[in-house]
């Protein structure tokens, strides 16, 4: 039997993973789900007692991944030593998602700092959770047989293994690495080990799966793989092109089974380009090479669509780390001590319940267990105060500072308004130098402008366009008139532009091309707008 185990409870499945000893189990929902993280401890439990019993690991010691829908992560990289960036990093979480202190477990980690750069920054991963839920879960855990020592939310260990990837690419340049794991992902951008942008992921493998076990139509008509059929293929073929063979006994192809999973590589590749494009520096992102790491790289082809449909070379410098599970299991295994969302009543109840066995041998081990419970509860209370009471003086600046800004603000709206009013009463204007340089650019060497002359009719800006046109033949010198005609039309500085009479005059062939100008107006702010033509 197993000592400890890695117990990961998701929307879509539950798994146990035996540390050192044994195949990882696990149990699955109904198909048709596409493997959200948040999970529900009473629809959970029946899985977790069929894992327990399966393995044989009953009274083992479990370390739970799992979160509520209120389960918050949040990663940040601050410019200041670790301990004032841990200190930063709870308080930021507890005032955004309202955590109570002492009855809401938080935590905050740091997953390592960065001093080349400047200013050196240390990176923090900071999770808080629901102590009413957490504890829901501990119980339907423990009934099921096992002893939980530690609950962290499986969005934190992926963040982490993405973070312990990206910092350990030395030497391979700057590489935006995307751990896919089975249930989400994150993408880490790094250089020499150092993180310049890391993120989660809203889409994993399972979004994957997901997909392919809706109703597929193939030549033979409708097919619905399961969850073990959808893997296997996967896992085999990967993603296909669309002539590829993908399932013999279906006779499913690759162009079958592509609009299936189009949807989840689209939003894979949207998060790729979106995270790098406001990560990112764009001389940093014209050389950022991408890497898939995780289960996901055991996909055959994935990391290759992925690259293409983001336009991003493939980092073939060092191949993805193939041992995702181990990975992840020891990414697990180090935040148990370091991002424990175990809440502080759970650890009361079990101190509580050593110390009245002790009573057999003195009642002061039951009042030793309470004190020092109340006595934390406490340190926390008035720290965080403490905190409160620090930060006080800066909350009044900056309140003051957002005061002076929405008078500001309201006072250049009403500016804005009224110059507004003005413009639009003020008489349209017509942008004459940027005329004659469109039709400097525009004039063809077999069209010679004779007279260009400006009017305004019935309040709008004309200009009459005269000129003459040589050619070899009469035939191109008429299509140079109607092509410079049409050109002035396209032009941004034109509404309209109609070509007038065209005729014989010598060796050459005269016109005239009115053309309607789109009128400036005064913007609100001073500037001159030109208006939009329909």
């Known amino acids: 039997m197993p000592k400890r185990v890695i117990l990961e409870i998701s929307d879509s499945r539950v ?17 048709g789900r596409d493997g959200g993280q948040s999970c529900d401890p009473a629809s959970a439990a029946p899985m977790i007692r069929a894992l327990v019993e399966r393995a044989g690991c009953a009274g083992s010691r479990a370390v739970v991944l799992a979160a509520s829908a209120e389960c918050a992560v949040e990663f940040r990289s601050t410019p200041a030593p670790a301990a004032q960036a841990r ?74 293994c993405a973070a312990s990837v990206a910092r350990q690419t030395h030497g391979a340049g700057l590489v935006a690495t995307l751990w896919l794991g089975e249930d989400d992902a994150a993408l880490a951008a790094s250089e020499d080990g150092r993180l310049l942008l890391l993120r989660p992921v809203d889409a994993g493998v399972g979004r994957l799966v997901a997909a392919m076990t809706r109703p597929i139509m193939s030549e033979r008509g409708e097919v619905r793989l399961t969850d073990a059929d959808a893997r296997e293929i996967l896992t085999c073929t990967g993603v296909p092109a669309p002539g590829d063979e993908v399932d013999a006994a279906t006779g499913l192809r690759g162009a079958d089974v592509l609009p299936a999973i189009q949807p989840v590589l689209q939003r894979l590749v949207v998060e790729i380009k979106q995270s790098l494009r406001f990560g990112l520096s764009d001389p940093d992102r014209a050389r950022a090479a991408l890497r898939i790491d995780g289960s996901g790289a055991l996909i055959p082809n994935l990391a290759r669509v992925l690259a293409d449909e983001a336009e991003l070379p493939m980092d073939d410098a060092a191949p993805p780390s193939h041992g995702h599970a181990p990975r992840r299991v020891e990414q697990a295994e180090a935040l148990a001590s370091s991002l424990n969302l175990l809440p502080r009543s759970a650890v009361t109840t079990r101190a509580s319940g050593s110390a009245r066995r002790g009573l057999l041998v003195g009642l002061g081990l039951a009042a030793l267990a309470l004190a020092v419970d109340a006595g934390a509860t406490a340190l926390e209370t008035r720290s965080l105060r403490l905190k409160i009471a620090q930060l006080a003086p800066i909350a009044a600046q900056i309140e003051a500072s957002r005061t002076r800004y929405v008078s500001a603000s309201a006072r250049y709206a009403s500016a804005q308004a009224e110059a507004a009013r003005l413009a639009e009463t003020a008489p349209a204007r017509a942008n004459w130098g940027a005329l004659l340089a469109d039709l400097s650019r525009l004039t063809p060497e077999a069209i010679e402008l004779k007279r260009i002359s400006g009017a305004y009719k019935d309040g709008e800006p004309i200009a009459a366009v005269e000129g003459a046109a040589r050619a070899e033949s009469d035939e191109e010198a008429r299509r140079a008139i109607s092509d410079f005609a049409r050109s002035l039309g396209e032009s941004g500085l034109v509404s309209l532009a109609t070509l007038g009479g065209v005729r014989r005059t010598g060796d050459e062939w005269a016109f005239t091309v009115e053309v309607r100008l789109t009128p400036v107006r005064r913007s609100p702010g001073g500037v001159a707008e030109m208006e939009e033509t329909p």
């Open 15 to 31: 798994t146990l993973t035996p540390i050192g000893a044994g195949a990882a189990l696990t149990e699955r929902r109904d198909a």
């Open 87 to 160: 200190d930063a990093a709870a308080l930021a979480l507890r005032e955004s998602c309202g955590f109570e202190p002492g009855a809401d477990p938080v935590a905050v980690t740091v997953l390592g700092r960065d001093a080349s750069g400047e200013p050196p920054v240390t990176h923090t991963l900071a999770a808080g959770e629901r102590g009413a839920w957490a504890r829901a879960l501990i119980d339907e855990i423990e009934r099921a047989g096992l002893r939980v020592d530690a609950v962290i939310p499986p969005r934190a260990v992926t963040i982490a």
